[in-house]
């Protein structure tokens, strides 16, 4: 179901954020950015505490954040490492059908800190951010506080899509992961009150976890700059992609693009640059750059590139939630080519919002398209960010959240909970 949009009147609520990195505006990854926009916002109506892992890599929190929360607290976790013993750790956490990135999100100086300022900060309302963060919630026992989960990504459908992708013995290790994902996810929407997912889709595939829990939609919204950026990039001309590569659903689209779309469209023109932006690009993306295709790994902002770009190229074909690449495209006034699954959740319509295209020669297609003829790409980025405009209001959202926790405070007490194995 849909959250009702109409604000209700409510009084400032005490909100306890559980996260599994410090949120920040300009954090490397979109998940960070929009979390720490939501957070923000909420902050100008609602007592906000975070608590929050971190690792020794991590940036720490937002200045913003830290000045608006009325209490934050880190816990300290490793770095990921990549000796043998991590190595075996990993093996011995999926055959104990246990997700790699919870098991390694899993601190045990956080359940105690966890269970204190439940009991002393005594929460209206305790919001899981990621489901990983789901395994802390035996830590709330006594804590009367609903439990609101929100997934950014249905975890075993990732997994479900990757094992799909592969064959023979290389579907072993990601039928593990796919195994453990669907028993975690379900344990953890089993100890929740509600679920937030970002689009219709992501609905539809938790609501077998969750005959009994209800699941509301609420999508992101977006801070939207002042002034567009260059809605015809710089010269050479230039495609984009931006993601996260440790995420197995950006590094799949990059290969697609790298080796599959790109060279076809530079066959044409020359002259074309792609730069692939982001953190952790894997070795086999990395190998693939040359003089034409730029792999960057982590840049300090992203924002030069996206203004340089001619096109912003979004082939994605695995994951779901929604994409905060996008949103910030189209909030920029850029041209965006993007699959159906990349736009999932957005109400945009294929060549005027957006080109949507689903294989490879309908991707070369469009990019020539734009490219040959400027004056559609201008076009086509103006209406983009008008559309984001109309749309991307966090507002939306905000009143959303409110009325689930509004619900959730007004009727009943949470469930008995049960562990996460």
């Known amino acids: 179901m849909d959250a009702q949009l109409t604000r209700p009147g409510l009084r400032p609520k005490r909100l306890l954020f559980l996260l599994p990195f410090p949120p ?19 902050a100008t109506r609602h007592r906000v505490a975070l608590l929050y892992l971190r690792a020794p890599s991590d940036p720490p929190l937002d ?21 043998l013993a991590e190595g075996w750790s990993r093996l011995n956490s999926l055959l104990r059908a246990r997700p790699l990135w919870a098991a390694g999100s899993s601190v045990a100086a956080y359940g105690p800190r966890l ?16 489901h990983v963060m789901g395994q802390y919630l035996s830590a709330l026992d006594g804590c009367p506080a609903p439990r609101v989960l929100t997934e950014y990504e249905p975890g075993a459908q990732v997994a479900r899509d990757l094992l799909d992708s592969r064959r023979g013995l290389a579907r072993l290790p990601y039928w593990l992961s796919w195994r453990a994902w669907e ?16 689009t219709e889709r992501d609905r539809l595939v938790l609501a077998p976890f969750a005959p009994h829990t209800p699941i509301v939609r609420i999508p992101l919204g977006m801070a939207l700059p002042e002034h567009p950026l260059n809605p015809l ?23 697609r693009l790298i080796s599959a779309i790109f060279p076809r469209v530079q066959a044409r023109f020359p002259e074309l640059v792609l730069h692939i932006v982001g953190e952790q690009p894997a070795p ?15 840049v300090p902002d992203v924002t030069p590139y996206l203004d340089r770009a001619a096109l912003v190229v979004v082939p994605l074909r ?65 209406r983009a960010r008008a ?30 909970l049960v562990r996460i194995p």
């Open 318 to 382: 695995l994951g779901g939630g929604m994409r905060v690449k996008v949103l910030e495209a189209l909030a920029a006034g850029k041209a965006v080519i993007a699959s159906p699954l990349a736009v999932e959740g957005l109400d945009v319509v294929d060549g005027e919002h957006v080109f949507v295209a689903e294989s490879d020669p309908q991707f070369c297609d469009a990019i020539a398209q734009l490219l040959a003829h400027p004056e559609q790409r201008t076009a086509l980025a103006a």
């Open 233 to 255: 990039g710089h010269s050479p001309p230039s495609l984009l992609f931006v993601g996260n590569f440790g995420h197995p659903p950006n590094a799949d689209a990059a290969v």
């Open 24 to 42: 920040r505006l300009d954090a490397r990854h979109g998940g960070g950015r929009a979390t720490a926009q939501l957070l923000v916002k909420l």
């Open 284 to 298: 086999r993306v990395r190998q693939m750059a040359n003089a034409n295709v730029i792999v960057t790994g982590p």
């Open 115 to 130: 269970r204190a300022l439940a009991r002393t900060w005594r929460p209206d309302i305790v919001q899981i951010e990621y």
């Open 387 to 416: 559309w984001a405009h109309a749309n991307l209001s966090w507002e939306r959202s905000i009143v959303a959240y409110e009325t689930l926790y509004q619900n959730l405070t007004g009727h009943g007490q949470p469930r008995g």
């Open 63 to 83: 200045t913003t954040l830290q000045e608006r929360c009325e209490l934050v607290e880190e816990v300290m976790r490793p770095d990921p490492g990549f000796s």
């Open 183 to 198: 028993r975690f996810e379900g344990a953890v929407i089993g100890q929740v009150q509600a679920v937030v997912a970002l």
